[in-house]
């Protein structure tokens, strides 16, 4: 009942405008890509907004991660637009170390991704396990994040939620920059995003100092990421969220010793408290911490990974045991949904969703479909 009052309530400005005589569309389920074209195997992860599963469309055996975002959910926390947003970067986004998205459909009470399968876990998971990466390993993921958000950069878009849990590893052990959930688009060189967002130990100081953020957000980012690849923790960690504050606008970075000179002087610079003294990423490429790395052969995936990440599927017993597993597995079996069709398509819809990679936005009812 509730949700009926949260869907009543969706923007009108969000809305698509759209007549009952008008085609299907894309998205209804019917003749189109929709929830029913996909079986779904597994519950993947959740984050702050979204739930993720492995899916395969129906009859083909090709695996897919299905991200879903409630509209309710999204509209009561004010988050609608930062899902309209991921999906815009996300519809545009073609870059090797960027989760590439296939389909987003809607159905009315959800919003629907299908991108990459990542079967290597997130760097989150891999760290946890490994508690640190040698400096060889952290030297080429944190390489290959960086010409991400190059390149995300390059499409006047800041990220600003880079963290281990959002870097995904692919079939080859490559990583992938997933999560647009806080991204911010039509951000140029001079230009500054407002809102105060992002995960409290990967914060950037001029955050904290309700400054607004700009693309060197990204790159202090990039550094918290090094730091907690070399380290174990993110800078200045601590469970005291006003202590961790504290250090974050104005302590000094304590560096242990195992770390090497170039590790070291590349930490400091990218963690620099003052974004305009921050090291830019085109200096961040010729540091000596990057040395004799050959950045258009790391580019074109032409470098293998020091070592293979892999997913999790031999301790299935660990995973038994565990609470929360547990608890995914259920949500997921209870999973349901219901498309679009000729009685609900007015229904909640927000404007221009749908996307099928390679096709135009809306090409009329032909490919791949239940
Ligand atoms: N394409 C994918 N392949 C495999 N796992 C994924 C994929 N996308 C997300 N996940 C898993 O789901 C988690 C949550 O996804 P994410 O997009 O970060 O959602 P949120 O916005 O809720 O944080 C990730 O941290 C990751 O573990
Ligand atoms: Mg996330």
């Known amino acids: 009942m509730k949700e009926m009052q949260a ?15 008008e085609p299907v569309l894309m998205d209804d389920g019917i003749k189109g890509i929709g929830f029913k074209s996909f079986d779904i195997q597994e519950i993947l992860g959740h984050g702050a907004f979204g739930k ?27 988050h609608l637009k930062y899902a309209i947003t991921e999906c815009n970067i996300l519809k545009q986004a073609d870059h090797p170390f960027v989760i590439k998205m296939h389909y987003s459909f809607q159905t009315p009470d959800n919003l629907y991704m299908i991108l990459d399968f990542c ?19 952290a030297r080429f993921f944190i390489a290959e994040i960086i010409l991400a958000i190059e390149y995300i950069h390059s499409l006047d878009v800041i990220y600003r939620d880079l963290k281990p849990e959002n870097i995904l590893v692919d079939h080859d052990g490559h990583c992938r920059l997933a999560d647009f959930g806080l991204a911010k688009e039509n951000i140029g060189e001079k230009d500054f995003a407002k809102s105060f967002c992002g995960s409290p130990a990967y914060l950037p ?23 907690e690849f070399l380290v174990g923790f993110p800078p200045y960690y601590t469970e005291n969220i006003k202590e961790l504050y504290n250090s ?102 927000l404007k221009q969703f749908t996307f099928i990679a390679g096709a135009e936005q809306r090409p009329g009812p032909q490919p791949p479909l239940n």
């Open 7 to 21: 869907r009543a309530e969706l923007p009108p400005d969000e809305v698509e405008e759209m007549k009952n005589s």
């Open 248 to 349: 974050i606008r104005s302590a000094k970075l304590q560096v242990p010793k195992y770390i090497s000179r170039e590790g070291k002087d590349l930490l400091n610079q990218l963690l620099s408290k003052r974004p305009d003294k921050r090291i830019t990423i085109e200096k961040v490429k010729l540091h000596d911490f990057f040395k004799g790395l050959d950045w258009d052969k790391l580019a074109k995936k032409e470098l293998k990974p020091p070592i293979m990440l892999k997913g999790d599927d031999d301790n299935l017993s660990d995973n038994e045991a565990n609470e929360e597993y547990l608890f995914m597995k259920q949500q997921e079996s209870k999973f349901k949904d219901r498309d679009y069709n000729a009685e609900n398509q007015l229904q909640n819809r």
């Open 205 to 227: 100081p001029e955050m904290l100092h309700s400054k607004g953020v700009s693309k060197a957000a990204d790159i202090y980012q990039i550094g918290a990421v090094l730091y």
């Open 52 to 78: 993720v599963f492995r899916c395969r469309l129906k009859g083909q055996d090709q695996d897919f991660a299905m991200k879903v975002l409630k509209k309710a959910f999204l509209y009561r926390n004010k």
């Open 119 to 137: 079967p290597g876990c997130d760097l989150a998971y891999h760290l946890n396990k490994k508690q640190i990466f040698e400096e060889e390993e």
